[in-house]
């Protein structure tokens, strides 16, 4: 057996396979988290815990007392401050959290965008970034920035929590801010600039590599027989590409939740500025090109609770789907900036309502909006670093064949829907698999992966034309700022 475990925001995620990568059982418990005057915290030791009672239940329940390899996917940002004992000094800071604004305006005077892009592939400094709440704990829990012995991502302290073994994949160093994706090593000028030294970081080791073997206490609280190995894995979006065959260039792993997230490998050697999110790969000596749209499904899930609450999206999707195309257009720049422009001018925009036009009509553009960001995206990646020639589309979007056929109509690429939906719970299990030696290399893996649906491309012209008013109207709207 294979454990595949997803370390979400909003729930821990387990997912038993078995050596075919069948899924045996499934399984979340929610996480819980401490709100309090713009902070966003979470007990970093109980979310630990919970993971063990969870896995318990499940082996317990499917009579499992051996499992070969557990790997790790999930969430990047979430800082962990381990002191001496081994145990967090305070609750873990959440990605979610933007209490470090005042800190990202003090080390974007000292380090300029080319550079930091340079470094770290990231186009912007954030809040999200760990090496902004560093600074922010030196200035404002001085006690605990002083008695920190070791500053850990989410994953790795779990892994930590675990194994005893304090390491770090480098595709999860990647969102901290302080790695350099190129030189494949902490960037040392960041940390001078956030006052603390390497001997405070986990060492860094390749993406689905074993961490170490399971405590014995660990695997005793499991109900195994012996330990098992443990398996750093890579990031959430990584693991999904994995899960969903995507291991090469070409492919783009699209999710379509909350927001737009496109996956998908950089030619190598990689343009260390070329405009798009950079990421160490999840094979070695790679880089993954990780575009984000804030504006992605937040904006038919604001329309939907704004104008059509009564009305479900099962509801939405039958309607629109017998409907002919209309000429509204309508830009998703409702959150925050978006790639490829990082525009902080761009807001939302219906144009060209008429009498005649309902909320069905208005449901059907704001897809049909968000389609067209995709398909810019796509463009971008393909102007700076890798040519697109299908989508994977993963993710509540996914669910919809109406705008899955619109996605594929508006990029003029084929949008393929795979079998599995946990694509980043099952990556997690291949890649165990991987380093077991029980599946040949992620190129065999990919030959298991299922596709349930395949959305081609229609050519319509009419929709190339809507495209270009689409950028028109961009352009304009941003002019009248």
């Known amino acids: 057996m294979y454990l595949g475990i997803d370390l979400g925001s909003t729930n821990i995620k387990a997912a038993l396979y078995d050596t075919d990568m069948n899924p045996v059982d499934r399984r979340s418990i929610p996480v819980s988290y401490i709100r309090e005057n713009g902070f966003v915290e979470f007990n970093a030791q109980e979310y630990a815990e919970n993971l063990i009672v969870l896995l318990a239940e499940m082996l317990h329940k499917n009579n499992v007392d051996f499992v070969a390899e557990i790997s790790f996917t999930g969430q990047a940002e979430s800082l962990v401050m381990v002191g001496k004992d081994g145990k967090p000094l305070m609750n873990a800071i959440s990605w979610m959290d933007e209490r470090s604004a005042a800190e990202c305006s003090e080390l974007e005077k000292l380090f300029s965008k080319e550079e930091c892009e340079k470094v770290t592939g990231q186009q912007?400094?954030?809040p999200t970034w760990p090496a902004t709440k560093i600074l922010w704990l030196e200035k404002n829990r001085p006690d605990v920035f002083k008695n920190t012995q070791t500053y850990m991502l989410l994953k790795d302290f779990v892994v930590f929590y675990l194994t005893g073994n304090k390491v770090s994949d480098m595709s999860i160093a990647t969102f901290s801010f302080?790695?350099?994706?190129?030189?494949?090593?902490?960037?040392?000028?960041?940390?001078?600039?956030?006052?603390?030294?390497?001997?405070?970081?986990?060492?860094l080791t390749e993406p689905c590599t074993v961490a170490g073997n399971l405590k014995e206490d660990i695997f005793k609280q499991l109900g195994l027989k012996c330990t098992a190995k443990v398996n750093v894995g890579t990031l959430d979006h990584f693991a999904g590409m994995i899960g969903t065959g995507n291991i090469g260039e070409g492919k783009i792993t699209l999710s379509t939740g909350t927001v737009m997230a496109m996956a998908t490998f950089s030619k190598e050697p990689a343009d260390e500025i070329n405009g798009v999110a950079m990421?160490?790969?999840?094979?070695?000596?790679?880089?993954?090109?990780?575009?984000?749209?804030?504006?992605?499904?937040?904006?038919?899930?604001?329309?939907?609770?704004?104008?059509?609450?009564?009305?479900?999206?099962?509801?939405?999707?039958?309607?629109?789907?017998?409907?002919?195309?209309?000429n509204i257009l309508f830009l998703p720049y409702l959150v925050g900036t978006n790639s490829p422009e990082f525009d902080s001018r761009a807001s939302g925009v219906f144009w060209g309502l008429r009498g005649e036009h309902d909320a069905?009509?208005?449901?059907?553009?704001?897809?049909?909006?968000?389609?067209?960001?995709?398909?810019?995206?796509?463009?971008?990646?393909?102007?700076?670093g890798s040519t697109v020639k299908s989508i994977i589309a993963t993710g509540g979007g996914s669910k919809s064949d109406v705008w899955c056929q619109l996605q594929a109509d508006i990029t003029n690429l084929p949008v393929m829907i795979p079998k599995e939906k946990e694509a980043a719970c099952l990556g997690a299990a291949i890649i165990a698999a991987v380093s077991d030696g029980k599946i040949e290399s992620f190129e065999k893996a990919s030959q298991l992966i299922e596709f349930e649906k395949v959305f081609k491309p229609s050519g319509d012209d009419a929709l190339e034309e809507k495209y270009k008013r689409f950028n028109m109207l961009y352009e304009f709207s941003c002019d009248l700022k």
């Open 279 to 326: 990421h160490y790969g999840f094979l070695p000596d790679t880089h993954i090109m990780l575009p984000v749209a804030e504006s992605g499904g937040v904006s038919l899930e604001w329309f939907k609770n704004s104008c059509m609450p009564n009305t479900s999206f099962d509801e939405i999707n039958k309607i629109i789907k017998d409907r002919k195309r209309n």
């Open 360 to 384: 069905f009509d208005m449901a059907y553009s704001v897809m049909e909006g968000v389609g067209f960001l995709l398909r810019k995206n796509c463009e971008h990646i393909s102007q700076n």
């Open 178 to 203: 302080y790695f350099d994706i190129y030189k494949k090593c902490y960037w040392k000028k960041m940390l001078d600039a956030i006052h603390i030294t390497e001997d405070k970081l986990p060492s």
């Open 124 to 126: 912007a400094v954030l």
